[in-house]
């Protein structure tokens, strides 16, 4: 399960991040996550969960996953299409000249804090 491997990766990411900000809690990371970039949605949610709790920072933290569609692009003929729907053949051509130019993504888009009242 690497799911674990990357939360701790994201969560030290944003920790840093929030110690550099002077952020002392994190109320939501949102996370972009390609469609083919073989991460499992409800495992990496449960490995947030169990390893966001064991933060000080990020205990209690939402992790909002938005998905990123995996395109690809023809080489041959330049069509850019939808790579579940279609695989690695295009379907304007047939021609197996592709790669993906789309969709196995892991960013950090933002992380949201809690609002604070001023001193």
């Known amino acids: 399960m690497h799911e674990l ?5 994201i969560i030290k990411t944003v920790e840093a991040a929030g110690r550099k900000n002077g952020v ?10 390609g469609e083919v ?7 990496l949610q449960d490995c947030w969960k169990w390893a966001a709790a064991r933060s000080e920072m ?5 992790l909002r996953v938005e998905t990123i569609p995996a395109r690809t692009l023809c080489e041959a003929c330049g069509h850019v299409y939808a790579t579940l729907e279609h695989g690695r053949t295009c379907p304007a051509c047939g021609s197996g000249q592709t790669h993906l130019v789309q969709g196995n993504e ?14």
């Open 37 to 43: 970039s073989g991460v499992v949605g409800d495992y």
């Open 106 to 119: 892991m960013l950090i888009r933002d992380i949201a804090v809690p609002d604070e009242p001023p001193l």
């Open 24 to 33: 002392k809690r994190v109320k939501a990371v949102t996370l972009e996550l």
């Open 58 to 62: 990020l205990d209690g933290a939402e």
């Open 5 to 9: 491997g990357i939360v701790f990766h």
